[in-house]
């Protein structure tokens, strides 16, 4: 055994770091010249970050608490520079819980609105609009909200709609004991805004906010998973499954038409996994029909609702295998800590064709879910930070995205719920993204590739994947020839 | 496109299931009739644990922060199955942090300790043995150990000895607000210590009682990592590093003739990487000295401390190249959450040809050092309560363990410094290694595995891991006949 020179050690190490540079997600992307003066100044910013956090690691932001962080960040320049890039599109999030709570307490001063129960009780109150008093529960208990609010002020009523429709929390290690904990209030945030979102105009206004929110944060493009909840009017009329897509078609047209570089809009039909058979087999024909109806606007199916507590996957794969085969996939799978329990979920969803995998948190543990991921291309839609907020990991820099990134797995980064934890859009979830998830050499090629991998691993046809990368290098180039302005 | 029957599905499925099972780790071993029911009564004890964790998540206890446990995990019958059971050897652990606390409680019971400041300040108190007042520092300071335990009563004395001497604390989660921090703290116990564990006679009994306690705990070989303080007695004569060595060599000989199934151990001569230039020279002179003294005692060469706050390993690679080739490296290398930082140690430890890796725990990160540990066969030594209380993670079903198992990589488990966290010497690792690391499927043949990898991944000689494995058969075979008997 002898060593080997110095000389020699040190070019094995400069090939060594480069064959792990080359691997890493976005090494593939060549930049121009203004592209690599844009990513001098990203990596400036990037560096003193890593650098302020490896020296204190107390104030490296993604370590902590996204709630205890949430005003420092948005005082940080490489956030700040973030939210301007071009980000291409948000491939999971979900119905009520993108567009910001703003929509929600704007709503709440609507006319005909009811209140049955007050706040603060373990009881949430809840909330219907009606011209006359609703007879639902003891009718004597609803009270206008006009009333209350000449009660209490309309700062403090706004404030109980802020309290009670987010998870945020000043003090979140201690308030959470567990992660069926936070599930727990988070499902119930879901059901108490159902009856005021569901309102028709509510509805309508909420999700043309989402996408004008969407659109100012750089994001142009949305696959959006939704339970289609039955809507209704003062006029007691409900709107069934395909009405309701017929208004998210509608308004994402209307919304395209307003904003010419606005790539649009698909939607994943996505009920609940906590469900009787007999549920199922409804939502199984929902699915069909709207796949007949919308061909090209619903991309396809998937179920929602906390994986270790929901029913498993093995439940359901039977029926799900007589589904018409042109209907698409994307399910969420691993989206848990355990090991050999729920996350087998992730073997049914790749067996059973799933074009992309929500979370894949658990895939970690699975060297063939990894292998076919990379063999089927199946996009990982990660969401780094409701995984901190739902409690599966504290510190960020142990996400499995590290790992994702590092070796080119096919992913995207995506938000889930980010209203509910008062996240922009998708710039926090690229923030932390770019500084935990990724090697401290990754760089605008890293950001530049989630943007693209978003229009790559959509659903959109390779027409419309021709005229999404169209738009969004429209963009792109745009953002470079500002930023390169502000940098020279 | 067309979907498959639900009977092909169902094969598929068990297909991919035991292709998974097939490559983790221990998945190779064959268990015997009676391993064979040993395995179903260690499966059911793991799968009541798993499953109070699944209903319940905040009661599974490798969750939780070990301090927080430690009381309930006595209490699992799992647990108590995993001490009676040979472990193999302790591959990483460090020479003053491996002995229970109680070790050194005694040791302020001898004469002639003398105690410079008191209890509870921010300045820890110093110590030192010796037949007249020491004139060190302001020498007036300096009072009898025996005076002051006649003042406030040995109870007392004794527990604030273990309280100095550990970082067990009823409020981790509070307490230590950074890595940096828990290290300092961490950093500090081993040099408070160290006039204590320095004076020869109770070196001599720390050590000795710590074979005892391995010996106790089921394991039967160690690889002690030490920094070889320089030891002192009452007659003012002090003792360099080959008589230290001198002193581990012959005590383990004394404690393998007096315990004929011990394997025995071997020492890695590993001084502190936060040193300058000069201070490296006499380290590597030394490890020379030791590797020609006691060529099959010495096992190699590593560096200890922090690896974010030491100096990088780059800074000594160029010395490290001249070192005599026969000497082997068991470097420490990714004991970090950063990437792209300090992890890059992993790297120049893997180049500069070390047969195993200390912790690992970025190599995750690293798709090229990942194929390196599996091509070349570096094992990786894992350390999980260690790392959970250092503060790389705080759920331990997020270490990187659960990859390196699940995708049967070259590891062992070990334990670093239990007795600053008051665990077991292998135990406590090994027990939340098999729940929080491994699958639920994954059974008694990962801990066999674990086992034999100890052996294995040892630095023990052809010759010597054949005697090794010999004796680990015999106390294994025992282990199994004894069990069997209980649950028959």
Known sequence: MSRVSFEEFQAQRAEFIAQEENRALGADIVLNEDERKVNEYLMKLKKAELDIGFNTPSQFLPSRHFFQVVDKIKASPLFQLIQKLPKGGILHAHDTAIGSM??????????HLWQYGEFGRADTPRFKFSRTKPDELDGSGWRLVADIRKEIGNEGYDHNIRNLFSLFNKD??????????????????????????????????????SLK???????????LRG??????????????????VRIYYDLVEKFKSEHE???????????????DDATFSQYMDIAERLHQKFP?????????????????????????????????????????????????????AILLGTKRIGHGFAAIKHPRVLEEIKRRKICIELNP??????????????????FYFSDNYPVVVSSDDPAFWCASPLSHDFYVAFLALASARQDLRLLKKLA???????????????????KWNISWNNFIDQTVKLVA
């Not at 930070?385 to 499995?400: G, I």
């Not at 790559?456 to 419309?464: H, L, Q, R």
Request: proline residues 4%; aromatic residues 14%; contains cysteine.
């Open 102 to 111: 703003e929509t929600i307490v704007k709503a709440t001063h609507k006319d």
């Open 172 to 209: 979140p290690l201690n308030s959470f004991h567990c992660i069926n904990h936070i599930w727990g209030i988070f499902a119930n945030i879901f059901m108490s805004l159902e009856a005021i979102v569901t309102f028709k105009p509510v509805w309508e206004e909420y999700f043309y906010q």
């Open 213 to 223: 929110e969407l659109y100012a944060d750089k994001v142009c493009y949305l696959e």
């Open 227 to 244: 339970v289609l909840p039955q809507l209704y009017d003062l006029d007691n009329r409900t709107y069934g499954p395909e009405e309701v």
């Open 261 to 275: 570089d606005f790539i649009g809009a698909k939607f994943i039909y996505a009920p609940h996994r906590l469900c």
């Open 296 to 348: 090209t606007f619903v991309a396809g199916f998937d179920l929602v609702g906390q994986e270790d507590l929901g029913r498993p996957h093995s439940d359901f794969n039977e029926r799900l295998l007589k589904m018409n085969p042109s209907i698409q996939f994307f399910f969420h799978a691993g989206e848990t800590n355990w090991n050999g329990y729920t996350d087998e979920n992730l073997i049914d």
């Open 385 to 402: 930070l409701s995984n901190q907020v739902l409690k599966l990991v504290d510190e960020l820099r142990n996400h499995p995205g590290t």
């Open 452 to 470: 693209l991998n978003s229009i790559e691993y959509s659903a959109m046809s390779k027409a419309e994947k021709v005229e999404a990368k169209h």
